[in-house]
C-alpha cells in the first residue's frame, strides 16, 4: 500500500489548496482508511471511530493489544451526548475551559452506538478534543469521531513528527498528514469521572496542579507511579504496558539535576547513552547523548522526551540513563514516560551517600584505613573477593576467560594456577587478564552500588585507578607510608627477612604512582595500627563532611 502524504504545516496559504487537501484527508476516514493525524500531544493513528472494521484495522496496524481501548477525537462538548450516557456537570467544566487541549475524560459509554473495538468492551469511554487546526477540520470535514491511538507501533515510544509516524507506518496506512512538530510532545492527561474523586489515569500535557485548581481533588491511580504487577489491572489499560521503550534498558536516575547528574557520570560506561538536561552535556564527552532541554523548562523537556527516547533505537547503546524531573506541572507526565521506558527501574540520587576508593601498596596501612571506615558506619567493598566470587558465579566473566585463556576452564571448574602461570611473566597476557577482568568488574560494581542502600562505601581495589573503578568514587584517596616504615610493618606482619620485604615492595606500584593519580593522600607515619586507625578516622570524617557538603550545594 502506497500511503500518501499530506503537507499541511502551513494553513496560512492558498486556501483552496489546504481545502482540498483535508477534503481528501477526510476521505480517506470516510472510506475506511487508516490517517496519520497531527494533535498537540502526540500525533494519532485515526480511523473513522463509527465503523468496527476501521478501528479494527487500527490494532493491526500498531501490533496493539485488543484489551486496549481507543481514545474517541471529537471537536467540542456538543458531541458529547451522542456517545456518553450521565454526564456529569463536571465534564462540561473542564471541557469549557481545557478544551481544545490535551485532555481525555473517561465517561459512561453509549455501548449501543460506540464500537466495542474502540471500548475493549468497557461500559466507559474515552473522549477528547484535540487542539491542532488541521485535525479539527478533518473531523469536522469527515462529519464523524475520530478513534485514534498514537500512532507509533505499539510498544515504541510515541511519535512527535510525520517522519516518525512514516517511520512505524509507512505503507500499512491510507495517509498521513503533516501538520508540523507536536507542540506539547507527551500525550493528552487522562481523568477519569466516572468515579468521586475524580481519578487521574494518566499524567499528560495538562498538569494536575491546573485540573485541581478547577475541580478540587483528583486521586492519583497507582499505574501513575509505579508498575503493575502480575494480574493487576490498572484502570487505563494502556498503563500496564512496558511502553515508549527503546530497545536498550533504561534507568531514570532521580533527585535534584546536580545530583543526578553526577550520579549518572558515576554510572555510565562508554557504551551507555544518556538522556539528560542541557546543563550537563559537557560531563559526557564518550557518550552518546540526548539533551532533554534546560533542567527548568518542563514545556521544552515534554517536546524532546519521545525524540530523544526514539533516537536511541538508532543506535548501538547498550544501557541509557535518564535524568528525570521533579513531578511538579509537566514534570509529573515527562517523568512517567521515562520511568515507564525504564519499566520503574529508578534510582535515586541521595545526596547523602558517599563513595571513597581505598588503594595503595602493601604495608602501607590500607587495612586500617578501611577499618577506619567501618568504625565511621561504612561498608567496605572488596573487589579482590568480588572478582573471586565472579570467577565462580559470572557467566559472562568465564566465558571471556576461557576464550582467552584455553584449558583454563576445563571441566567448568577454573584453574587458577594454570592461569597464574599463563600471566606470571608475560606482560602482554597479564594485561589481558585485566582487561578482561576490568571490564565485568565495572558493571558488577555499579550494580552493588546502586542497589545498595548505604550511606558510605569504601572500594577496595589495589588497581582502583587502573581498572575504572576509580570514576564510581566520589574521591579516590592513595594510603601510603615512608618506605622504611613498610619495610618494617611487613617483616613483622608476615614474619619474612628485610630482603624479601623489600623485594615485594619494589614489585608493586610505587607510592609517586598513587599520589599522582589519586583525589587525595592519607600518609601513614604513625607509630602503631592503632594510632593511625585514629588519625584515618579523623581524615574520613573530615572528607565525608566535605563531600556532603559540596553535594548539597550542587543540589541547591
Ligand atoms: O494525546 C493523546 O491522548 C493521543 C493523541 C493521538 O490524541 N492519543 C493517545 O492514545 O495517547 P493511546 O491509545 O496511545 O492511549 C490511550 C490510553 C490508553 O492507555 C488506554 O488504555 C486509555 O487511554 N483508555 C482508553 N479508553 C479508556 C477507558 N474507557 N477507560 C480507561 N482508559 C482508557
Ligand atoms: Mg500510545
Known amino acids: 500500500m502506497q500511503t500518501l502524504y499530506f503537507d499541511l504545516r502551513d494553513t496560512k496559504g492558498q486556501q483552496k489548496e489546504i481545502g482540498d487537501k483535508i477534503a481528501a484527508a477526510a476521505k480517506i476516514l470516510q472510506d475506511g482508511g487508516l490517517l496519520g493525524i497531527p494533535t498537540e500531544t502526540v ?16 490494532f493491526e496496524a500498531k501490533g496493539r493489544p485488543q484489551d486496549n481501548p481507543l481514545i474517541f477525537h471529537v471537536t467540542g462538548p456538543q458531541w458529547l451526548p451522542r456517545y456518553c450516557v450521565d454526564i ?33 468492551g468497557l461500559d466507559t469511554v474515552a473522549v477528547r478534543c484535540p487542539d491542532h487546526p488541521v485535525t479539527l477540520a478533518i473531523i469536522r470535514e469527515a462529519g464523524r469521531p475520530v478513534a485514534a491511538p498514537s500512532a507509533n507501533t505499539s510498544g515504541r515510544p510515541s511519535c512527535t513528527t510525520a517522519q516518525d509516524v512514516l517511520e512505524d507506518m509507512d505503507g500499512k496506512i491510507e495517509g498521513v498528514v503533516d501538520g508540523g512538530p507536536c507542540a506539547v510532545g507527551v500525550e493528552s492527561t487522562i481523568l ?16 494536575l496542579e491546573d485540573l485541581e485548581r478547577l475541580i478540587g481533588r483528583i486521586d492519583v491511580d497507582q499505574a501513575v507511579t509505579r508498575s503493575m504487577g502480575e494480574g493487576e489491572r490498572p484502570r487505563a489499560p494502556g498503563m500496564k504496558y512496558r511502553h515508549y521503550a527503546p530497545k536498550a534498558p533504561v534507568t531514570v536516575v532521580t533527585g535534584a539535576p546536580g545530583q543526578s547528574a553526577r550520579e549518572i ?135 571471556d576467560l576461557g576464550a582467552a585463556f584455553p584449558g ?21 597476557r597479564l594485561d589481558q587478564l585485566n582487561d578482561i ?22 572500594v577496595d581495589a589495589i588497581n582502583l585507578m587502573e581498572s575504572g573503578l576509580g570514576q564510581l568514587c566520589d574521591r579516590t584517596i592513595a594510603v601510603t607510608a615512608p618506605l622504611e616504615l613498610r619495610v618494617r610493618r611487613i617483616m613483622a606482619r608476615d614474619q619474612i627477612t628485610e630482603e624479601y620485604a623489600r623485594l615485594r615492595i619494589s614489585a608493586q606500584k610505587t607510592d609517586e604512582y598513587y599520589r599522582n593519580k589519586c583525589d587525595c593522600v592519607l600518609n601513614n607515619a604513625a607509630d602503631s595500627a592503632e594510632a593511625f586507625q585514629i588519625e584515618a578516622k579523623d581524615f574520613f570524617q573530615r572528607l565525608i563532611q566535605q563531600i556532603r557538603e559540596e553535594k548539597q550545594r550542587s543540589a541547591g
Request: hydrophobic residues 40%.
Open 43 to 58: 500525533y494519532g493513528l485515526a480511523a473513522n471511530g463509527l465503523d468496527a472494521a476501521a478501528v479494527r484495522r487500527i
Open 88 to 120: 456529569p456537570p463536571l465534564a462540561y467544566v473542564l471541557a469549557r475551559k481545557f478544551w481544545p487541549g490535551p485532555l481525555t475524560m473517561i465517561l459512561k459509554c453509549r455501548t449501543d452506538v460506540v464500537p466495542s473495538a474502540i471500548t475493549a
Open 192 to 207: 477519569d469521572l466516572t468515579c468521586d474523586p475524580p481519578r487521574l489515569l494518566r499524567p499528560g500535557g495538562l498538569p
Open 265 to 399: 557520570q558515576r554510572l555510565v560506561g562508554p557504551t551507555s547513552g544518556v538522556i539528560c538536561f542541557d546543563e550537563y552535556v559537557h560531563l559526557f564527552p564518550e557518550q552518546e547523548v540526548h539533551a532533554l532541554g534546560p533542567s527548568g523548562d518542563k514545556s521544552v523537556q515534554a517536546q524532546r522526551v519521545f525524540d530523544a527516547l526514539r533516537t536511541f533505537d538508532q543506535s548501538a547503546v547498550t544501557e541509557i540513563f535518564a535524568q528525570c524531573p521533579d513531578s511538579q506541572g509537566l514534570g509529573l507526565a515527562v517523568g512517567n514516560r521515562l520511568k515507564k521506558a525504564a519499566g520503574f527501574h529508578v534510582v535515586e540520587a541521595d545526596s547523602e551517600r558517599v563513595v571513597l576508593g581505598i588503594t595503595g601498596g602493601t604495608g602501607a596501612g590500607k587495612t586500617s584505613a578501611l577499618q577506619a571506615i567501618r568504625d565511621l558506619g561504612g561498608t567496605v567493598i572488596d573487589c579482590d573477593a568480588v572478582y573471586h566470587e565472579m570467577l565462580q558465579q559470572d557467566e559472562a566473566l568465564r566465558s
Open 408 to 428: 583454563v576452564l576445563a571441566g567448568g571448574k577454573l584453574d587458577r594456577q594454570r592461569l597464574g602461570r599463563e600471566v606470571f611473566s608475560r606482560k602482554e
Open 437 to 458: 577482568v576490568f571490564r565485568h568488574l565495572g558493571p558488577e560494581l555499579r550494580r552493588r552500588l546502586s542497589e545498595g542502600k548505604e550511606l558510605l562505601y569504601a
